[in-house]
């Protein structure tokens, strides 16, 4: 039973990673949302701006460091995996805006559900966009070296 587990984490540990880091960036996500809608009197697109910023960041930084193992190289390479991941995140930006307006503004439901709602599917695209395009050559090099 033990060796199946073990077998089953080496084979599914990238995602498990992700999963790990996705659940604490959206809880950064979420929480710096919350704190704002809660204490400021700030629209809910410039609470989620400020929210997206500061989680984007941490996912960047874990995202390199713990999930695709992705070493600096030089710092032109790093800046350029930086822009790739945040330009990723820019495209689900937008998609996140798009959930909120029409949750929020044409649908009139709980600011704090559709936020949870929206980073659901946010966290399941940006995965498919750091490993197939901004961390590609280390999930490669990582997968080939993984015991199965």
Known sequence: MIEKLKSLYNQYQEVIAYLFWGVLTTAVNILIFSGLHLFTGMNYMINN???WVVSVLFAYLTNKAFVFHSPSKS??????????FFGGRVATLVIEWILLWIGISLMHQNQILVKIFENVVVIILNYFWSKWAVFKNSTNKT???QPR
Do not use: G, H, R, Y
Request: glycine letters at 0%; zero cysteines; aromatic letters at 6%.
């Open 143 to 145: 997968t080939k070296n």
């Open 75 to 84: 710092l032109v390479s790093d800046l350029k995996e930086m822009t790739s």
């Open 49 to 51: 701006f400020i929210a």
